[in-house]
DNA sequence: GTCGTCTTAGAAAGGCCTTTCTTGAAAAAA
DNA sequence: TTTTTTCAAGAAAGGCCTTTCTAAGACGAC
């Protein structure tokens, strides 16, 4: 182990195994042929100097730096983690590093990091989960697809839509139109009229889709508009709590909620057990997602599984496999009935 | 937008723009005078090109990328995200790029990453929680918190104890010997001499210093040794459910469940709901880590609160701001009592 | 009008690796 | 033995940016 004032690098190993910097690259690549005893007299002054090849060199040539940005709200939430460990269930088979960053749900933060990740020359870029629906920032998303796409990079969208007028881009669908509207059949058929939705954050892509599934359904399944109660909140558990809190201080009636994600309805059950309001005797609670944890929460949550780890798979194989603009849809959602919803009272 | 076979470079900007490179460089550094005009034409070919700098090239120059590297085993585990939320949060008002790795608990993985990192020449380096005790993975993170060290870059050992003999890495502490005392030691006063400890994968340096902090304070409390029933999961829900259902199986007597980790406890509350035993009545369940869901699942659990996003933020300062070997101590573990655990039977 | 001082910009080297093009030597073929 | 082929290695350019050194011009001061 020698302590060097600078970083070693090829020519010091080249030195040290008498042989030329050349020499020295084709051992560690591995792509061209390398008598045995200059590969051994190679690694062994590697080992000597423990030495690690420059990526930054190397990307400076061949404009590629193994780097996979995956840019999601925030880990924490269970849905991004299982999409992320999709993801990663794809790269750690290549030499690819997954990159994950959490925009906190900021769209400018989001366009913040896809700088960074551009200026790092990433392989490819995946955007998970909602994204802003204002001009400004879709507009600058396709300007920075165009640019992924001119330096060999891929984006690609993760469970939301392309904006308008990109070609350059990748998609993993997710019908999230269609989990609300299965949901909201399922309440429905259970013979519930006055229905609580929880909605996410407005100007929002997942929440535009999911919000017009759920009203599509109850005006299908004749529900009239003004049964449906529709509430904001952030998508957290916290939320959901405060807004079924809210809503029941207003006296609001209701026999069943419907959260758009399934941290809301924890909160939500959270909320109508402090309330001593019985699940599903008294109040039905429908979710969204199927995180791990809906299984676990007392009552266990009904909800709506959405192929959170295969979404997260299929974006990394098109990014990293096909490299190509196209789409691929994650398998359809499922309605998964547990404990948290029972026909409604009729009294 | 102009669509050019190679990537757009400083130089075409700079011929645009009808400067030098030089120039170019400067105004986008902004540390060196440039004139008003000058700088105003050269950011319209910047605009005009969607032009972003290449960091590896830069990075050939300063021997740094921007990337901190977080090594965890498994960001959908929440003890996990929410330490990378905490390192996030310091981050996220630089120009650092987090880059979260999963291991998959593999030690061999973790230095397949580590090693990754370091050919990014990572600006630092965390490594996360439990870490294998096995001798030759410890030496080989030696080797590579000295690889580190040499080229400027620190690592440090966020959760887990150093491994002996290094002193060019920092740590961050938690008590997890404290953290399962105090939850044993909980139980005690409430009357359980017949404990199932419920332990994570074995030769972990977590999970050898939790399982003597419980033995330890059963010790102490006058526990007879034979009475605490060590099982070894892998710190998963389902693992803690499918250990107490085949110490259930198996007839083992106790009173009390103590799991290392609040997953492996919730597992427990499962297998035990669906055995029909009470919890806290006839049996009490404590868990440590007091993850967000600790509070939401029926009956809330009782566990040890780690400060987990305080250890991320903690070790990512010492990562970014110090970048000096140190080590700095979390916030000290608490008791939080919810309703899992109660006085045990007298009968 | 000349000299000195700022201010602003350019030239060129340097950072670390890969790869094409060459070359030298050894092995195979004639 | 001579010629051709094969194999292994080196020389050197190139990739993109930063920064030191140098210089041109503008402006004030004397």
């Known amino acids: 182990?020698?302590?060097?004032?600078?970083?070693?690098?090829?020519?010091?190993?080249?030195?040290?195994?008498?042989?030329?910097?050349?020499?020295?690259?084709?051992?560690?690549?591995?792509?061209?042929?390398?008598?045995?005893?200059?590969?051994?007299?190679?690694?062994?002054?590697?080992r000597h100097y423990d030495y690690v090849l420059n990526v930054h060199a190397r990307a400076l040539i061949h404009a590629q730096s193994g780097i996979l940005g995956v840019i999601l709200a925030d880990v924490s939430d269970p849905f991004f983690s299982e999409v992320a460990r999709g993801v990663q269930s794809v790269t750690a088979q290549t030499d690819l590093l997954a990159v994950i960053c959490n925009t906190g749900s900021d769209p400018d933060q989001e366009l913040k990091y896809l700088n960074l990740l551009r200026t790092h020359r990433a392989d490819a870029v995946i955007l998970v989960g909602a994204g802003s629906e204002h001009p400004r920032i879709q507009g600058e998303l396709v300007r920075h697809a165009e640019g992924l796409a001119r330096q060999g990079s891929l984006l690609v969208f993760c469970g939301r839509p392309l904006p308008g007028g990109t070609t350059a881009a990748g998609a993993v669908d997710v019908d999230n139109h269609g989990a609300t509207e299965l949901a909201m059949v399922h309440l429905a058929r259970l013979g519930h009229r006055r229905i609580l939705y929880l909605a996410g954050p407005p100007a929002n892509t997942t929440t535009t889709a999911r919000l017009a599934g759920a009203l599509g359904a109850a005006k299908k399944r004749r529900i009239a508009r003004r049964d449906v109660t529709v509430r904001a909140g952030d998508l957290s558990r916290r939320s959901g709590q405060e807004l079924v809190e809210e809503a029941l201080s207003e006296g609001l009636d209701f026999t069943a909620v419907l959260a758009s994600n399934d941290l809301m309805a924890i909160g939500a059950l959270v909320a109508l057990r402090r309330a001593g309001i019985g699940v599903p005797d008294q109040v039905s609670v429908v979710g969204i997602d199927d995180i791990p944890i809906a299984a676990d929460v007392t009552p266990a949550l009904t909800t709506v599984r959405l192929p959170m780890e295969e979404m997260g798979a299929a974006a990394a194989k098109l990014a990293v496999q096909e490299r190509m603009p196209g789409s691929r849809s994650a398998p359809p959602v499922q309605l998964i009935e547990r404990e948290s919803a029972a026909p409604a009272r009729t009294d």
């Open 1 to 46: 182990m020698v302590i060097t004032e600078r970083q070693t690098t090829l020519n010091d190993v080249a030195s040290r195994a008498g042989v030329s910097p050349a020499t020295v690259s084709r051992v560690l690549n591995g792509n061209y042929p390398v008598a045995t005893s200059t590969r051994d007299r190679v690694l062994e002054a590697v």
